[in-house]
């Protein structure tokens, strides 16, 4: 998207959303600020001046970081200090990150700064805000940090706005410094403390956690849909949605869940008596309400827990600049942060083996009285059959990815700095397990679809699972003899992706 049509956010007294960061990352959204945000920094800065004038011990910024904390910094070499904090804490390797996460983590640092928190000086600020705007891209390799704070990515993007490293700008990479040019922009000039404030925030995990979240509330959505409709093909029990039924254990999201998927049946012949096949259906689908009422409560806490860190200031150390005093603390510490993205990974693996789990059951004559493999034409052809390898890698690795990563780490910086949260590999795990969640759902609706056909029964289908089948047919064509079936598959799950259909 070119910079004259895109969307504006405003970075203001009311703090950016996960959705704003999303659009600035995804859409080139761009980003405005507003006098008060600019006069809070102003504030802030203002006790930072104080505090270098009367060389008052201030962690980075008259004293070194990390096990150099003992170490106090000469007048003259306080701004040189900074200009080293980037280059030597640019220490990533691996792959670059996408340009959507280097969007997300340099929009997330913005707005950290933009409470007012960290002291940094208005000019590294507002370059940082001219370099998202411009589409300037640092390159930052995706591994390196532990999530006591996000040292290295962090480091590298700041390394990158310095004129060092390369850029990514317009889909070239180039020098940093022909970049910059290029890009109409100057290297940022460090006064005390900004190198540190650039890098002493864990925005690469909260940025991470915004795209993540978008994603996973329209994968959410689809998978009800995926199920509708699948519950129309096996023609399973809908007492399983009974709010009395719930109500008498009302756990976490269950009848939030079974309403959304009543409403998506509307209208459908399952609904009338005796439409059910069995009296109690396998638990993959009778579970639905209490497994995806657990996903969906899972989905909020970590929302809850990435709007907390969205919109506060985690430096360390802290300006209050109401009290004119910097304060040294742990609050960049992400174990409660962690742990709700680490449920969450675990509530998408629940989920992510029932959807397996009935798609196994669709294709089985003995479960569902359907054609072996859904196929219409005999089993001289191979149908769904071999789909079912698919699921299953897809649900193994989702199974393997899941397990906790976020224990902490080895301690570091010569014993000082000791636990960490590993915040950066639990969110790039999510966002792993999404990828493969995304797929099943996506095979789902399609064999579901199929099965519908052969069931007999498109023509009664609920509002939700017709407007699903609908959209399924437009894209994906009835399977009668075999082809290959994984770009079919790829389409739902791109198209899925997007967001509502």
Known sequence: MSATNSPSI?????????????????????????????????AARAVVDRYTESDLPVYGLTTGLGAGVDTRLATEDLVAFQLRVPQARAV????????ESVRAMMAVRAAGMAAGGTGVSLKVFQGLIA???????????????????DLAPLAHMSRGLLGFGEIELGGEVLPAAIALDRAGLKPLEFAPKDGHALVVANSLSIGLAC?????????????????????????????AFDDRALAARPAFGQRRVAAQLMELLSGSSLLTADAARRLQDPLSYRCTPQVWGALRHAIDEA????????????????????????LSHGNFDMTAFVLAWERLGQAMAHCAAGTAYRIMKIMSPGMSD?????????????????????VSAMEAEIRHLAMPVSL????????????????????????A?????????????????QAVELRGVSGELGKGSAQAYAFVRTHVPALEEDRAQGPDFATIAALIGLGPQ
Do not use: C
């Open 211 to 239: 795209l993540t979240l978008v994603d996973i509330e329209r994968l959410f959505d689809w998978s009800l849909k995926a199920i509708a409709i699948s519950f129309e093909a096996f023609r399973a029990n809908v007492s």
């Open 92 to 99: 990533g390797v691996g792959e670059p990150l996408a340009r």
């Open 370 to 390: 359907l054609p072996r493999f859904l196929t219409p034409m005999g089993q001289s052809r191979t149908g769904f059959a071999t789909v079912q390898k698919t």
């Open 131 to 149: 370099a998202i705007n411009a589409g300037v891209h640092p390159v930052v390799p995706s591994l390196g940090s532990i999530g006591a704070a």
């Open 408 to 431: 902490s780490p080895i301690p570091v910086a010569d014993g000082v700095e000791d636990q960490a949260s590993m915040a950066p590999s639990v969110l790039a795990k999510a966002q």
């Open 433 to 449: 397990i999404v990828e493969r969640l995304r797929y099943l759902v996506a095979i789902e609706l399609i064999a579901s679809v």
């Open 303 to 326: 929302r809850q827990a990435t709007d907390i860190e969205l919109v506060s200031s985690s430096d360390n150390p802290v300006v209050i600049a109401s009290e004119g005093v910097i």
């Open 10 to 42: 405003i970075f203001s007294a009311a703090p950016p959303t996960i959705e704003d960061i999303a659009a600035i990352a995804r859409r080139h959204a761009r980003i405005e600020v507003s006098a008060e945000v600019e006069a809070r920094i102003v």
